[in-house]
T-cell receptor, first 120, second 107 residues
Framework: QVQLQESGPGLVRPSETLSLTCTVS????????WSWIRQPPGKGLEWIGY???????NYNPFLKSRVTISLDTSKNQFSLNLRSVTAADTAIFYC??????????????WGQGTLATVSS | SYELTQPPSVSVSPGQTARITCSGD??????AYWYQQKSGQAPVVVIY???RRPSGVPERFSGSSSGAVATLAISGAQVEDEGDYYC??????????FGGGTKLTVL
C-alpha cells in the first residue's frame, strides 16, 4: 500500500520561498498525478497543483505565478516550491496521489500533512 | 467562478441517516467525490465516481448524483463518523475543486 510523507521547514519568513518534499513509499511514482493540496487553519481544502509522472504539470490558476512542482523519480519524491509567501499562505500542506477518471482528478492516498507557518 | 456548494453543518442522532449535499453546475456531466476528514487527520476518500465505495469504507456510506446535486448518505450514522466532509469535482477549466466542507455532528 502506497504511503506518502511530507517534509520541510515548518516556519518560512514572508517574501521567501516555501519548499516541501513528498516521499512516496510502497509503490512506484509512475502513472499517477502527484499533487499538493493545502488547508489554512480551520478552513477548507485548496488544490495547488500536480505533476504527472511524465513531468507535465498543472497548477491552480490563482497560484500559478508562484508555484513550481517538480519530480525526482530516482528518489520517488516530488516537491513543491511556493514563492513570495505571505501570512495568507500559512496552512497544512498535504501531498496526495491523484487518479484520473474521465476528465476528473481525484485523490486516493494522502500524506499526513505538514504545517507551514509564514511569520517573521 | 465555478463553485461547489455544501451546507456548513449537518447534525443527526446516532442510528439516523445523515445526508450531505453538494451543488454544482457541472455535476450533471462530471463525477463527484467525497472525502472524510476527522479532527487532526488527513482527508480520506469515502466515495468516488459519484457512488463507488473504496475497499475498507463501511457499507453505510453511499453516494448518488441527480442533476446538479450530488449527495453523500450515511445510513445508521455512528459517533465515529463525525468530522468534516468535502465534495470534489472539477471546475470549468478541468482543475480539481473542493466544496467548502460540511461539519457532521452525530449526537
Amino acid at each position: 500500500q502506497v504511503q506518502l510523507q511530507e517534509s520541510g521547514p515548518g516556519l518560512v519568513r514572508p517574501s521567501e520561498t516555501l519548499s516541501l518534499t513528498c516521499t512516496v513509499s510502497g509503490g512506484s511514482i509512475s502513472t499517477y498525478y502527484w499533487s499538493w493540496i493545502r488547508q489554512p487553519p480551520g478552513k477548507g481544502l485548496e488544490w495547488i497543483g500536480y505533476i504527472y509522472y511524465t513531468g507535465t504539470t498543472n497548477y491552480n490558476p490563482f497560484l500559478k505565478s508562484r508555484v513550481t512542482i517538480s519530480l525526482d523519480t530516482s528518489k520517488n519524491q516530488f516537491s513543491l516550491n511556493l514563492r513570495s509567501v505571505t501570512a495568507a499562505d500559512t496552512a497544512i500542506f498535504y501531498c496526495a496521489r491523484g487518479r484520473l477518471t474521465g476528465a476528473t482528478t481525484w485523490f486516493d492516498s494522502w500524506g499526513q500533512g505538514t504545517l507551514a507557518t509564514v511569520s517573521s | 467562478s465555478y463553485e461547489l456548494t455544501q451546507p456548513p453543518s449537518v447534525s443527526v442522532s446516532p442510528g439516523q441517516t445523515a445526508r450531505i449535499t453538494c451543488s454544482g453546475d457541472a455535476l450533471p456531466r462530471k463525477y463527484a467525490y467525497w472525502y472524510q476528514q476527522k479532527s487532526g487527520q488527513a482527508p480520506v476518500v469515502v466515495i468516488y465516481d459519484d457512488k463507488r465505495r473504496p475497499s475498507g469504507v463501511p457499507e453505510r456510506f453511499s453516494g448518488s448524483s441527480s442533476g446538479a446535486v450530488a449527495t453523500l448518505a450515511i445510513s445508521g450514522a455512528q459517533v465515529e463518523d463525525e468530522g468534516d466532509y468535502y465534495c470534489s469535482s472539477i471546475d470549468n477549466s478541468g482543475n480539481p475543486l473542493f466544496g467548502g466542507g460540511t461539519k457532521l455532528t452525530v449526537l
